[in-house]
């Protein structure tokens, strides 16, 4: 059974059969769970329609961030064959400083230019450049890495990635971890009680 399949009969039991099981696949470094979909769109176009994606009980949808580089090969092999594929990063708002606009990371700064390193990211050589006002992250560009460029850029997509939702309500699997965790405490205070009677 596949990553895909169990994602399936997951959602399935949770009533989310309007989830298409092939287009989201889950990463097995963080347990997130990413879509890609080949679209032309601007950044903010990508930024907006990834927050909106249709949800997934226990994760929060937003347009990708990519920590590490275990996660960006998987989103490179995600996309496929398109190229010029968004993703959360920008410098926007302090040229050179790259930020995440998106996720659990929105806000954290993960490259500064000319810097030490601050966080993962994986750039072609000689970028970014910030060539005409390229504000805005792409991956797959060029030589296959990192780019910076305009917002309107024509683009082969975005990947909208679910990350787990701390707030949410656990999975089955963390309530069965739980209440067992509670039979066990349970079990110890009723041979305390057995042990301070006998004595």
Do not use: C
Request: no cysteine; glycine share 12%.
């Amino acid at each position: 059974m596949n990553s895909k399949t169990i994602l399936t009969a997951a959602g399935l039991a949770l009533g989310l059969a309007s989830t298409p099981a092939a287009a989201v696949t889950q990463y097995a470094g963080n347990g997130h769970l990413y879509e890609f979909v080949a679209t032309n769109l601007s950044w903010q176009g990508a930024l907006a329609a990834a927050a909106a994606a249709k949800p997934i009980a226990g994760y929060t949808a937003h347009l990708v961030t990519i920590t590490s580089q275990g996660e960006d090969d998987f989103v490179k092999a995600l996309t496929g064959s398109a190229t010029f594929v968004w993703a959360a990063g920008t410098d926007e708002a302090s040229e050179g400083t790259w930020k995440w606009a998106a996720g659990p990371e929105a806000g954290q700064t993960f490259f500064v230019f000319g810097g030490a390193p601050v966080g993962f990211s994986n750039w072609n050589a000689g970028e970014p450049n910030n060539v005409g006002a390229e504000d805005y992250l792409h991956f797959k560009a060029n030589a296959g890495n990192w780019n910076d460029i305009f917002a309107t850029f024509p683009s082969g997509g975005y990947v909208v990635e679910y990350s787990l939702n701390p707030s949410a309500i656990p999975e089955p699997a963390a309530w069965a971890m739980l209440v067992a965790g509670f039979d066990f405490v349970g079990t110890l205070r009723r041979r305390s009680r057995r042990t301070s009677v006998a004595a």
